[in-house]
C-alpha cells in the first residue's frame, strides 16, 4: 500500500515520516470529519423523510401551507426525540459495562 499522499500542498507526501503527534492530529482529524460526515447524513435523511411525509402539494409560493408547516415541525421533534433516546440508552449501556 503507498503511504504517500498531498499533505498541505505536499504532493506524495511519505505519512511514514510524520512525528507521532502529527500522526494522532491527522487521526483525529479523519474522526472529525467521519463524525460531520454522519451528521450531515442524518440531516440529509431527516430532511427527505419529513419531506416525503409532510410536502403534499406543489410549493408554488416557496413557503409551506398551514398543514405542512406543523407537520414538518412535529416530524422534526419526533426524529430528535428519537435520537436523544438512542443516545440515552447507549449511554446507559455504555456506563453500566
Given at each position: 500500500?503507498?503511504?504517500?499522499?498531498?499533505?498541505?500542498?505536499?504532493?506524495?507526501?511519505?505519512?511514514?515520516?510524520?512525528?507521532?503527534?502529527?500522526?494522532?492530529?491527522?487521526?483525529?482529524?479523519?474522526?472529525?470529519?467521519?463524525?460531520?460526515?454522519?451528521?450531515?447524513?442524518?440531516?440529509?435523511?431527516?430532511?427527505?423523510?419529513?419531506?416525503?411525509?409532510?410536502?403534499?402539494?406543489?410549493?408554488s409560493s416557496g413557503k409551506?401551507?398551514?398543514?405542512?408547516?406543523?407537520?414538518?415541525?412535529?416530524?422534526?421533534?419526533?426524529?430528535?426525540?428519537a435520537n436523544m433516546t438512542?443516545?440515552?440508552?447507549?449511554?446507559?449501556?455504555?456506563?453500566?459495562?
Amino acid at each position: 500500500m503507498d503511504s504517500s499522499i498531498t499533505l498541505g500542498g505536499s504532493p506524495g507526501a511519505d505519512l511514514t515520516k510524520l512525528s507521532d503527534r502529527e500522526k494522532q492530529e491527522l487521526q483525529q482529524f479523519v474522526v472529525n470529519e467521519s463524525q460531520k460526515a454522519r451528521i450531515q447524513q442524518s440531516i440529509h435523511s431527516l430532511t427527505d423523510i419529513c419531506f416525503r411525509k409532510c410536502i403534499t402539494g406543489k410549493m408554488s409560493s416557496g413557503k409551506l401551507d398551514r398543514t405542512e408547516e406543523p407537520c414538518m415541525q412535529n416530524c422534526v421533534d419526533r426524529f430528535m426525540d428519537a435520537n436523544m433516546t438512542v443516545l440515552r440508552q447507549l449511554e446507559q449501556m455504555r456506563t453500566q459495562m
